[in-house]
C-alpha cells in the first residue's frame, strides 16, 4: 500500500540533544512538508521541498533542519537550538502542482524533552 | 490576524445530531478550501474538498463555501461517536506551494 512512514511513532530527547525524525514516502510524491502541532494551535509548517535537494523554510523554522537527498526521504532534525521541542511533528506529501488538492499526511511522531 | 481562524471548541453532541463546524479567512484570493478529519495520536486525513463557492455532499458530510462572507462550513448529519475527532480546516490560492490551516475544532459525539 502507498503512503508515507513516519518513525518512531514515540522519541524522547534530553536537553540539548539533536535528534532525528524519518519520514519516508512511497506515493512518488515530488512535494514533502513537516508541520509541528501543538494543542489549540493547528497546524504549523517548519519546513517543506518541492524537489530533491532543495528545501525552504516555513513560518517555525528556528531550531530544525532538513535535508531531502532523495525524493522519497525527507527527514527533520530538531536540534539543540529549538527551546520548546515538545509536540507533534506530522510529516505530509503531495504531487508537484497539485497543493490545492491536500496532502497525505503519516501517522506522526511524538517527542517529549524529558 | 491569522489567515484562517477555527473555535478550537471543544464540541459536545449527543448521537445523531447534526453538527456544524465553521472557519473564517481574510484573503478573499483563496481559493480552494479542504476540511481534514484527524483522530487522537493520528495524521490528518483529507475529508472534503472544494474549489471555490457552493457545496459539496458526500454521505453524510456536507462542505459549504460562502467566499462573499470568507466563511467556510462543514456539516455532519445523523452524527456517530465515530465522527469524534479533531477537523482541520485548510485553505489555499491558485501556484501557492502550502495549504494554511486553521486550529482545528476538538468534536465528541455522545452515545
Known amino acids: 500500500d502507498g503512503g508515507i512512514t513516519q518513525s518512531p511513532k514515540y522519541l524522547f530527547r534530553k536537553e540539548g540533544q539533536n535528534v532525528t525524525l524519518s519520514c519516508e514516502q512511497n506515493l512518488n510524491h515530488d512535494a514533502m512538508y513537516w508541520y509541528r502541532q501543538d494543542p489549540g494551535q493547528g497546524l504549523r509548517l517548519i519546513y517543506y521541498s518541492q524537489i530533491v535537494n532543495d528545501f525552504q523554510k516555513g513560518d517555525i523554522a528556528e531550531g530544525y533542519s532538513v535535508s531531502r537527498e532523495k525524493k522519497e526521504s525527507f527527514p527533520l532534525t530538531v536540534t539543540s537550538a529549538q527551546k520548546n521541542p515538545t509536540a507533534f511533528y506530522l510529516c505530509a506529501s503531495t504531487h508537484r502542482g497539485s497543493y490545492n488538492y491536500g496532502y497525505t499526511f503519516g501517522s506522526g511522531t511524538r517527542l517529549t524533552v524529558v | 490576524q491569522k489567515e484562517v481562524e477555527q473555535d478550537p471548541g471543544p464540541l459536545s453532541v449527543p448521537e445523531g445530531a447534526i453538527v456544524s463546524l465553521n472557519c473564517t479567512y481574510s484573503?478573499?484570493?483563496?481559493?480552494?478550501f479542504m476540511w481534514y478529519r484527524q483522530y487522537s495520536r493520528k495524521g490528518p486525513e483529507l475529508l472534503m474538498y472544494?474549489?471555490?463557492?457552493g457545496n459539496k455532499e458526500d454521505g453524510r458530510f456536507t462542505a459549504q463555501v460562502d467566499k462573499s462572507s470568507k466563511y467556510i462550513s462543514l456539516f455532519i448529519r445523523d452524527s456517530q461517536p465515530s465522527d469524534s475527532a479533531t477537523y482541520l480546516c485548510a485553505v489555499s490560492i491558485q501556484g501557492a506551494q502550502k495549504l494554511v490551516f486553521g486550529q482545528g475544532t476538538r468534536l465528541t459525539i455522545n452515545p
Open positions: 472544494t474549489y471555490s463557492s
Open positions: 484573503n478573499s484570493a483563496f481559493q480552494y
